[in-house]
Each structure stands twice: as structure tokens, then as C-alpha cells.
């Protein structure tokens, strides 16, 4: 056996071989680099692992991450190889490895990333306020650049509370399905969720919950035409544009956005998705846009655009049907949701019909430089798309994110296209092997005469009975600013009782609450709160940050003599 990482002969690693690292009985620390200097074959990886006895099957965590320099290597952090979920929220009971990295690098980092695999590995901590990260994509979670990312796969990880960006796959491409970012959790990155380039696959990740403040120029999903397929995902409160498609090849062809839910629930604003290009001379291609479910998101659903001095994007074969884009609530917007804003294109190149456009506000639509005030405006100067309807779909309950469809929806359900003439050699499917003949939760379509729009396609026997909204009363509780039940509101405070609100809701009356002030005592402070406002937010890391890689007692919450990112992460947690 080697007895740490710098010791062990990768000279007599040989393709098929697997490393067992000790996690001890009940969990081993690492403070040194794995460097993974030898892989394997296709078809006959080098695997690292957990060890599988019980006196060497302890989580193991890395402090300071992993270099891949070899090709073909596996990286698996599995508890259990037979563990299934039928939630992604549960992959993370199964993550055995964890792996850090305060030192202004990604965790795990490969220059040579051809057949490597990262499977149900926990990462967090990646990177530093003031390192590379504030360049998209040079710090992540989990990087790989190289020449050649065939054969590569990022899976079952738990992406969280990383200074830079969550998972980053670069490298060329002239195909479809060449590496997959899949069933994976990301939350709580201070830059973008994912960057990728061409011959991505990226499907059914959750993405959610941006950091601030902002590092660099942080957006959901940045991804580099061509050959992308982005679908059955779930991204939500992502900053910038969730899904942002930039053009730099002359040729961007094959761009495939599907069966995707995006939805935002903050006030300002955002966008969902949004192909750009800085590039003179592109053309754009071969792209579908399909059964999306778009909700709230308050300045663009879906817009093509070009940087100032750029030469307009010419078009052509581009295909947006069967989405929803609902917003509830933006009385105040008065531009273009659905914005084609480049010029060359005939009405044969793009074609937009049987979505929704619905809700509140503007719901115009740009075309040929000409803006339409409503989805049926446009369907009346464009006969040959004249699916189009601002009818608002009915859901379960779309302001608690359950977008399912109720069964007396009418707008949606049997209202859409047929996209199965997509499942071609020529999109990198076949009809046996298709996604996009089913909806995000893997229900055949259709289900009845047509196929439904959205991500959702109701069938006979869903639960689709909207919850019952019982009035809840406020009441306080006897510790200062706390409620038994119900929201709490501030208010402010006389000479002598503290004062505050706990609010009733569906119809619930609320309360007032009041504390003598004598008679209070003050509260335990909370970790991270460094400016004692009673929250840990982006004004305490910006107070952390003057402290970087120094010893301050105040900041090193983990009193490791450093303040770094597992600081870091202690105050988020």
C-alpha cells in the first residue's frame, strides 16, 4: 500500500487498474494534491475510489484537490454502486468523496480530460475572491480543458458555495453527444452555474440559487455553439441570462433547447435565453427551441442579438415551438419578449409557432425588425404561423414551482406540434432513442390527440389537485423578533418594548408582537454575521474578502490560521 498520494508508482498503473483511497473507518482527511498521472484506455478506464472494506470505506475529503494529466481516468465516490434515487435531491446520501480547493484553483481540474469521469463527488470551497475565477471559467468545481473531450462525463455531484464557476467543459468539436454534464446539483456559485462548448450534452441538472456579490459575468448556463443539447433541466434564480448561447464559429450549427423549466423569483431583472455573438460572419443553424416552460422571468424569453459594430447573424433553420413563457406579474416592461433582432433571415429561416406568451405587461414579439404587440398580432401577419396564443395555461401551482398541468387546462394541453421529424441522424438522435418525444419526468408524448405545450404533458391518473389554501394566523413567539407561526415583519421599536409583526397569510390575521426592552437578552451572534445586522450575506464575505490568505482571528472561522474558502463555507452553512 502507498501511504499518501506522492508515493504512489503510477509507473505500474496499467489501463483496467483501480486506486483505493482510505476513508478509514469512520472518515480520512487529505491535505495534499492528488496528482493523476497515468489512465487508461477507452473502453478500459483507470478507476479511483473509495476503499470497499468497512475499515477503509469512510467519506474522504481532499483539501486541496485534483490534477488530471492522464486520459481515460474515473473518478467515483460512490457509497454504494447499487444506490438508486428517483430524486436528484438524493444523490448527495451517496457522495463518499468530498473535494476542496481555497488555493485559487478549481477542485478538480484536468488538462487531459478525453474519457475522464467525475461521478458522486461533493464539491465545495473551490477557489479564492482574488484568484483566476474572475476569468469565466478558469476556476470551477470541476474543469476540464484539453484538447479533446470525447468520451467525458460530470455526474451525481453536488456543486455548492464556489467562488468561481460550478462545472466548465472546454474544447473543439464537430459532433453531437461527445461528452454529457448530467444529474448533477449546482447551487450557490458566485460566477456561472455551467460553461461548456460544442458536443455537450447537458441534461437533467439542477441549477439554482446564485451568490452574491458576482464574480466575473455570471450567467446560468454559457455555452459555446456548435452541437449543444441543453435539456430536461431545472434552472432557477441563476444570474444574468439563464441559458446564454454565444457564437464565435463562423459555422454555429445544431443548438437544441428542450424540456427545460426556467423560472426566476427575484425583482430584478433577467432573461431566459439569449444567443449573442461578438464575431462578424456567423450563421446560425439546425437550432430547435422546444417545450420550454419559462416562468417570471421579467426582461427577455428568448432574444438573438449581436454587440455593437458586429455584422447581423444570419439564420436560417431556426425552429421555436410548443414553449411556454408565462409571466405572471411585470406590469412595467415595455420591450419585445421574443426579440429576433438580426435582420438576415427570411420567414422560412425562423420559425416561431405554437408557443404561449402570456401574462402581464408587454408580450411583443420582434420579427424582421418590426415589433408585434401580442402573440395573435403576430400570428395575423404571419398566416403560416398563426398557432400562437396568449392564452394563460392553467397549472397545479405555478407560484409554488409546480408546473404541471391541470386537467381543465385548455391552452396548452393538445395544443401543440408534432416534433418527432427532430429525431434524426441529422440532430445526433434516433426515434428509439429521443428525448424529445417525452416530457421533463419521461411521460411519452403524446398523451392525447396532440402533444401538450411545456415541459409538462399531462396523462390520465397525475395528481393535479391544486393545494388547498388554509388561512394561517400570525402568533409571536417569546424570543425576540421570532414567530410561532407566520412571517416576520419589523417595526420599529419604542423607548421601551421592542416591536414586531408576524404576518397571516392566505387570509390569516396577523400579529403584534412586543418585548420590554429590559427584559431581553441579547442574542448568541451568529457565525459569518460580521457586521452584526442579524444576516449572513454579501456584505460580510465583502468583509471577509480584506482579509484573504491572512491569519485574522475575526474571519478564520475554522481557526486554521487561514482565512480561505473553507472559511468560506463555514459562514454560508
Not at 458522486?120 to 474543469?143: F, H, K, M, R, Y
Not at 441559458?243 to 463562423?250: C, K, N, R, T
Not at 444567443?275 to 417545450?291: M, Q
Not at 409583526?501 to 392566505?506: D, F, R, V, W
Amino acid at each position: 500500500a502507498w501511504h499518501n498520494f506522492s508515493s504512489i508508482n503510477w509507473y505500474a498503473i496499467k489501463p483496467g487498474d483501480s486506486i483505493y483511497i482510505s476513508g478509514g473507518t469512520s472518515g480520512q482527511i487529505y491535505t495534499e494534491t492528488l496528482y493523476v498521472m497515468k489512465g487508461g484506455i477507452e473502453g478500459n478506464q483507470v478507476t479511483i475510489k473509495v476503499g470497499n472494506d468497512s475499515s477503509h470505506h469512510g467519506k474522504i475529503t481532499l483539501k486541496n484537490g485534483i490534477m488530471f494529466r492522464a486520459p481515460w481516468v474515473t473518478l467515483n465516490g460512490a457509497k454504494d454502486s447499487s444506490f438508486s434515487f428517483s430524486n436528484l435531491e438524493n444523490i448527495v446520501a451517496n457522495q463518499n468523496i468530498e473535494v476542496q480547493n481555497p488555493n485559487d484553483n478549481s477542485c478538480i481540474y484536468s488538462s487531459a480530460p478525453e474519457g475522464t469521469r467525475i461521478l458522486w463527488i461533493d464539491l465545495n470551497g473551490c477557489g479564492s475572491p482574488t484568484g483566476p475565477q474572475t476569468l469565466e471559467g478558469n476556476t470551477a468545481g470541476v474543469l476540464f480543458r484539453g484538447p479533446s473531450i470525447r468520451g467525458s462525463e460530470i455526474a451525481y455531484n453536488y456543486a455548492h458555495d464556489i467562488l468561481g464557476t460550478g462545472l466548465a467543459v472546454s474544447a473543439p468539436a464537430d459532433t453531437y453527444g461527445l461528452s454529457a454534464i448530467h444529474h448533477n446539483i449546482i447551487e450557490r456559485t458566485h460566477n456561472d452555474f455551467i460553461i461548456g462548448s460544442g458536443g455537450l450534452d447537458i441534461y437533467n441538472n439542477i441549477a439554482r440559487n446564485w451568490v452574491r456579490p458576482g464574480i466575473g459575468h455570471p450567467d446560468g448556463f454559457q455555452i459555446w455553439a456548435p452541437y449543444i443539447r441543453i435539456y430536461n433541466n431545472i434552472i432557477h434564480d441563476t444570474p444574468g441570462t439563464l441559458v446564454y448561447i454565444q457564437l464565435q464559429s463562423a459555422a454555429s450549427k445544431g443548438v437544441q433547447i428542450f424540456n427545460n423549466i426556467m423560472y426566476w423569483t427575484e425583482t430584478e431583472e433577467n432573461s431566459a435565453i439569449t444567443f449573442s455573438t461578438i464575431a462578424n460572419g456567423v450563421t446560425l443553424s439546425d437550432v430547435v427551441i422546444a417545450n420550454n416552460l419559462v416562468y417570471n422571468l421579467n426582461k427577455g424569453q428568448l432574444s438573438l442579438n449581436v454587440q455593437q459594430n458586429i455584422t447581423p447573424i444570419s439564420v436560417r433553420n431556426f425552429v421555436t415551438k410548443n414553449n411556454i413563457f408565462y409571466v405572471p406579474t411585470n406590469p412595467n416592461n415595455s420591450g419585445n419578449f421574443i426579440d429576433f433582432r438580426v435582420f438576415d433571415y427570411s420567414v422560412n429561416d425562423i420559425i416561431y409557432d405554437y408557443n404561449i406568451l402570456a401574462g402581464t405587461g408587454s408580450l411583443g414579439i420582434g420579427y424582421k425588425g418590426i415589433s408585434y404587440a401580442s402573440p395573435e398580432a403576430f400570428n395575423a401577419a404571419f398566416p403560416q404561423y398563426n398557432h400562437n396564443s396568449s392564452l394563460k395555461p392553467l397549472m397545479v401551482n405555478p407560484a409554488s414551482f409546480d408546473f404541471r398541468l391541470l386537467s381543465s387546462d385548455t391552452a396548452t394541453r393538445n395544443s401543440g406540434a408534432d416534433l418527432s421529424s427532430y429525431c434524426t441522424a441529422a440532430y445526433g438522435w434516433s426515434q428509439s432513442n429521443c428525448p424529445l418525444t417525452k416530457d421533463i419526468d419521461g411521460i411519452s408524448r403524446p398523451q392525447g390527440s396532440a402533444w401538450d405545450i411545456g415541459a409538462y404533458e399531462y396523462y390520465s391518473g397525475q395528481t393535479v389537485t391544486p393545494p388547498v389554501s388554509t388561512p394561517i394566523n400570525g402568533s409571536c413567539s417569546a424570543t425576540l423578533n421570532q414567530c410561532l407561526t407566520g412571517a416576520f415583519s419589523d417595526v420599529a421599536d419604542t423607548s421601551t418594548n421592542y416591536l414586531w409583526s408576524c404576518l397571516g397569510s392566505n387570509g390569516g390575521t396577523t400579529a403584534s408582537c412586543s418585548l420590554p426592552i429590559t427584559s431581553v437578552t441579547p442574542p448568541t451572534p451568529t457565525t459569518g454575521d460580521f457586521n452584526n445586522d442579524g444576516l449572513v450575506n454579501s456584505i460580510d464575505l465583502s468583509l471577509m474578502i480584506t482579509a484573504w490568505n491572512t491569519n485574522n482571528t475575526i474571519y478564520d472561522l475554522n481557526r486554521d490560521g487561514r482565512v480561505n474558502s473553507l472559511d468560506y463555507v463555514n459562514m454560508v452553512r
